[in-house]
């Protein structure tokens, strides 16, 4: 079993159960159309994390890591009619792509875009009217990770779900002496969780498309 192996599985399967609608489409044309780089979550990502926000219905979504909203998108389909999700986006062609791509969805209602670093912006949120999130989805710088963690759980509510992406990293995490500052924030931020008592997690690993990796489901105690 090797690459092409999972990348024709993840087709024969996103062909069959998880086709992507045709807003979701539009994104990753129009994306493309603006040079951004193909590093959104897969279909079956997209749907799945999508599912958990319908299973834990969701109504106030925090995503750390726009790019052009795809992953955005997915979340903000399942939301019911009063809900709201917040996603932090620091590059400022990605939040005008991904603002396009939300409005021509019909979702620009729903959906707020903040600009900057997410450190900076992060400490914002209260004030600007966004806390108490039930569902966390981490996707940005990964070196920064431990941070966007320890913020994830003091925003979060009791009993929200927290995904973490990319946390493998094709089997580097487990490297201890790894120079790559995304692998390091990784360790880090495994380590920040294995200690916390608000903390009760899973990783799981993955393949597919776009290759070897995992992430970290989190349940806030
Ligand atoms: N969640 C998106 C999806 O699946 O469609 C993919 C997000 S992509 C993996 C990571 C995004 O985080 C990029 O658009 C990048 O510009 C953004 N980013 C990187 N550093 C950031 C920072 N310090 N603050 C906010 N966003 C950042």
Redesign the pocket.
Known sequence: RNDHTWSSVEQFFTEKLQPESKNLKY?RKN?QRNG??E???TPP??KFIAMLAQLKEAKNIL????????????LAETLPQDGKLV?????PT?VKT?QKNINTAGLEDKITIIE??????LPTLKERGFSDFDFI?I???KP?NPRYIEWALALAKKGAIIIS??VVRDGEVINKNSTDERVIGVRKFVDILSEDQRADSVALQTVGEKGYDGFVLTIVQ
Do not use: C, K, R
């Not at 900057?116 to 912006?121: K, N």
């Open positions: 994104v994306n951004l780089p590093i959104d979550v990502q997209g995503e750390i890591g726009t790019l052009g909203g795809y992953s955005t998108i997915w996603t932090l986006e620091v590059d990605h991904a900057g670093s997410a450190l900076e912006t989805f996707d940005a710088d920064n992406d990319n």
